[in-house]
């Protein structure tokens, strides 16, 4: 059984940085497609981007386009969430999510991990 753990999060200024990771247990992540969402305090679970096999999509967000990464390091049975330039609209709780493949839409995914909090203030 696949097993998700987010970490990397925290406080940030704006205009920071930070990275946050995905490890996987149980099963190789290359078998799956990886997502990151975002949920803000009363709002709904947004999908952030997506990477499958090498491929990453991170332009499910406008706003994080040019700004978010996703990469794999298959060494680590881990992709990271590359975030720069971060804004306060960017606080929310991030969620890794793994399924057979990407998709915007959360429900289209059975494996989450727990979530870590990003906040971004001055």
């Known amino acids: 059984q696949l097993q998700l753990v987010e970490s990397g999060g925290g406080l940030v200024q704006p205009g920071g940085s930070l990275r946050l990771s995905c490890a996987a247990a149980?099963?190789?992540?290359?078998?799956?497609?990886l997502a990151w969402f975002r949920q803000a305090p009363g709002k709904e679970r947004e999908g952030v981007g997506c990477?499958?096999?090498?491929?990453?999509?991170?332009n499910w967000i406008p706003t994080a386009k040019g700004r978010f990464t996703i990469s794999r390091d298959t060494s680590q049975n881990t992709v990271h969430l590359q975030m720069k330039s971060l804004e306060p609209e960017d606080t929310a709780t991030y969620y890794c999510?793994?399924?057979?493949?990407?998709?915007?839409?959360?429900?289209?995914?059975?494996?989450w991990g727990r979530g870590t909090q990003v906040s971004v203030a001055s």
């Open positions: 999510a793994a399924d057979t493949s990407c998709s915007a839409f959360p429900n289209r995914y059975f494996y």
């Open positions: 149980g099963e190789p992540l290359t078998n799956y497609a």
């Open positions: 990477i499958t096999g090498n491929t990453a999509i991170t």
